[in-house]
């Protein structure tokens, strides 16, 4: 979707030709690709888009050859054997922090964007293992406007925000809505475990296993945030800042499973 993008945004970007990356594989390769993962396509006309390759085209493959792996050094997040994702998403937003009167910053929540990458996670031309890291090799208003822009196409299947827990009342808890039925299908969630993410030098936020809350997991029972990009906040925070808030921008893969 990045790494190999010829975006031209005429009507979108005042006529702007921005063209970041190898050239995009030839058509014909892609369509090949997604035929053979069983995707459906959908049009751009009107995006003011020649071209977002090789993720636009895709959505909704099959997952049944999909297999999540995890740091082999650890034991703290795991796959249950055997189990398959029911969606595989790339987060895009921010990792929201508040400053605390002990002069460090306490987490407030997260505010993303999903996109479909089940189309891309066999990808031949290895575009899935690194979408994250590709993406903030944009220079920010250029990744600001392909987030936008993909924001208004099928590959955006769902938000991710945080809300009040809604079992206990007290405290706030992700939660991951799909965009479709208006998100009446959603999955209320609880840190289970996390490792530090394994890149990164500590730039990186952790990777996650969130498990659903009781009676609220309808999109699914279990979710992994893996191959995180950035999120961290700054190590300290001065007086003046106390009780301000900020947002560090980020992206992570997500595995839904049942």
């Known amino acids: ?36 993962r069983g995707g459906r396509g959908f049009p751009l006309a009107g995006l003011g888009i020649a071209a977002i390759s090789p993720m636009i085209p895709f959505i909704n493959c099959p997952l049944n050859d999909a297999t999540l792996s995890l740091p082999a050094d650890q034991t703290t997040i795991a796959v249950t054997p055997g189990a398959k994702p029911v ?20 987490s407030a929540g997260a505010v993303a964007t999903l996109f479909d990458l089940s189309c891309l996670v066999n990808d031949p031309l290895g575009h899935f293992a690194t979408i994250q890291e590709d993406l ?17 196409t099928p590959l955006n299947i769902g938000a991710h925000y945080f809300v009040a827990n809604p079992v206990t009342g ?33 730039a990186n936020v952790d990777w ?15 979710v992994f945030r893996v191959d995180t990009k950035l999120g961290q906040p700054p190590a300290s925070c001065t007086s003046a800042q106390v009780n301000t808030t900020i947002t560090v921008p980020y992206a992570a893969k ?5």
Do not use: E, H
Request: aromatic share 10%.
């Open 1 to 36: 979707m990045f790494k190999q993008l010829l975006l031209l945004t005429a009507s979108t970007l005042v006529g702007t030709v921005l063209v970041l990356g190898a050239p995009a594989p030839a058509p014909d390769a892609n369509s090949a690709f997604a035929a053979s």
């Open 87 to 106: 969606a595989v998403a790339l987060g895009v937003g921010t990792q929201n922090y508040t400053c605390t009167a002990a002069g460090n910053y306490t």
């Open 136 to 152: 903030f090799k944009l220079p920010a208003p250029a990744r600001n406007a392909i987030v936008a822009l993909a924001s208004k």
């Open 170 to 202: 007290t405290g706030i808890s992700p939660k991951f809505a799909q965009a479709a039925n208006g998100g009446a299908i959603f999955t209320v969630l609880g840190k289970k475990g996390g490792i530090k993410a394994p890149t990164g030098n500590g």
């Open 208 to 222: 996650l296993q969130l498990a659903a809350l009781q009676g609220f997991g309808s999109w699914a029972q279990t």
């Open 254 to 258: 997500y595995w839904f499973f049942p």
